[in-house]
């Protein structure tokens, strides 16, 4: 029963019950979706495997795209479980807190590298995998910020990364569109999470979209985990390639 009978897919990115990425899982849940986490490292883990328990879900293990074993072994375990899936949500994107705070021209050679790996590159090692267990096609989704457009204060880096992001979700479109997989990504106005904590005067942030966004108020992990469910479910099954504002419309002012 529900838009998501049948279907089974990863959701990559719950850190806790605050990301975005629980958000997806839980609303994919609610339409009788069958959703496999994983988690980045011990500490995660303890976090994510009662909320798995939560929706029904499959704890397919650790996770970290900067370790191309461990990203290989859940994909396999995912193949072993399930043989194929429907939907793979991608909610990851890392940056040294240091540098989302300053001047993006300040920037080092280092850390740039490893917030594109982390929060551009993984899309496509994970969609490289994705394509295999989809042989009937599929839906990928990622979620990006508006600081890929334009500049936002202390984004930095992350925003550099986010656009380029974006351009990676327009060439997968193209290249896995035969198959019948679609990609898109979600931009989602601000929300207090973790990763959103290390990004310098985050709370100025969040209320001058509340001032100024069309519907006056910011958004919430739920609302952005119904878009996500919306781009999982065949309810989006003409839409590839989109960038999809979840954000109270503040692109429109912004
Ligand atoms: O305002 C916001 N919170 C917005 C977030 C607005 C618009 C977009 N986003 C994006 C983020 O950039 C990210 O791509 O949404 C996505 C999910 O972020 P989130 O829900 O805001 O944050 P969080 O709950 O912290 O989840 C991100 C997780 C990591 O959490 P921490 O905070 O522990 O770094 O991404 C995962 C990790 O679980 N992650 C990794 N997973 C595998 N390998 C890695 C890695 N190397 N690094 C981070």
Excluded at 16 to 43: C, E, F, M, P
Excluded at 98 to 115: C, P
Excluded at 214 to 241: A, I, W
Aim: charged share 20%.
């Amino acid at each position: 029963q529900g838009l998501m009978a049948g279907k089974r897919g990863l959701v990559l990115g719950v850190a806790n019950n605050r990301s975005i990425a629980w958000g997806i899982a839980k609303a994919i849940h609610g339409q009788g979706g069958l959703v496999g986490l994983t988690y980045q490292g011990d500490a995660l883990r303890k976090r994510v495997e009662p909320l798995a328990a939560e929706i029904g879900g499959l704890v397919v293990g650790h996770c970290d795209v900067t370790d191309t074993e461990s990203v290989d072994a859940c994909f396999a375990k995912v193949e072993q479980e399930w043989g194929t899936i429907d939907f793979l949500v991608h909610a990851i994107a890392f940056s040294d807190k240091d540098e989302l705070t300053g001047r993006y021209v300040d920037t080092s050679a280092e850390n740039f590298s490893k917030t594109m790996l982390i929060s551009c590159y993984s899309l496509t090692a994970v969609a490289q995998r994705a394509e295999k267990l989809m042989p009937n096609g599929g839906s990928i989704v990622t979620l990006t910020y508006y600081g890929a457009e334009k500049v936002m204060p202390h984004y930095n880096v992350m925003g550099v990364a986010k656009a380029a992001l974006e351009a990676s979700v327009r060439y997968l479109a193209v290249d896995l569109g035969p198959s019948k997989i679609r990609v898109n990504a979600i931009s989602a106005g601000p929300i207090k999470t973790l990763a959103a904590s290390g990004i310098g005067d985050f709370r100025y942030i969040l209320k001058w979209n509340e001032y100024n966004a069309p519907l006056r108020r910011t958004v919430t992990t739920d609302e952005v985990g119904d878009v996500g469910l919306y781009f999982c479910s065949d309810l989006s099954r003409s839409v590839t390639g989109e960038v999809h504002h979840a954000d109270s419309g503040y692109h429109v002012v912004g």
